[in-house]
């Protein structure tokens, strides 16, 4: 599809924004193509992973800006509409990437926005298409795999059908991320709605969490 052409460089960062590891931080320009140069918004927390993915999209020709939190993502958006973004479901604080999601797409509906987290479940994918989202993809997920995603614009018939039985164990982490979205992933108040002990949920999560 056309690409529109790139926003002006970025401002002064704003706490929680910043290039990630961009080509432009040291004064070289991204893109051998200034008129085909895609702007990508990576909101991830985890500075290590954004600083990688940022600099292997920018070898493919990307100008790439980076958030941590929905309010770094906040202070960027007054001044550039991304043509892609890659969210991280959850974010320090215990706060949801859905909410990423809905800014970003409430604020720039033609955005391709794939959501990208440890956390796979039904529930929390469901909720990123609804909001906007293009793709879901569970961690470890490449750039390729992610930039696959960014063009995929419908289903696909060919995807096989499991017929392999749900397991208790599967319908209980779907029930606790389905009540996670509900909660914007809070887990005092998610372990509160199921029952469970706030320790115990967190145990849980950190045994399926796929770093």
Known sequence: MPLPPP???????????SPAGSAAAH????????????????????????RTLGRSFERRGYRVLHATSLEGLQALLPEHKPDYAVVDLKLKGESSGLACVQALHDHHPAAVIVVLTGYASIAT???????????????????????????????????????????????????????????????????????????????????????
């Open 7 to 17: 926003d002006q460089a970025p401002h002064e960062s704003a706490p929680g924004c």
């Open 27 to 50: 004064g070289d320009d991204p893109s051998p193509a200034s008129g085909t140069e895609r702007l990508l918004l990576i909101v991830e927390d985890d500075e290590t992973f954004a």
């Open 125 to 211: 994918a469901v909720e990123a298409i609804k909001l906007g989202a293009r793709h879901y993809l569970a961690k470890p997920s490449n750039t390729d795999d992610i930039e696959l995603a960014f063009g995929r614009d419908s289903g696909d018939i060919e995807t096989e059908l499991s017929d392999r039985p749900t397991s208790i164990k599967t319908l209980e982490w779907e029930r606790i991320h389905e009540t996670l979205a509900e909660t914007g992933f809070n887990i005092s108040e998610t372990a509160r709605r199921l029952g469970m002990h706030r320790r115990t949920l967190a145990r849980k999560l950190e045994k399926q969490r796929v770093k």
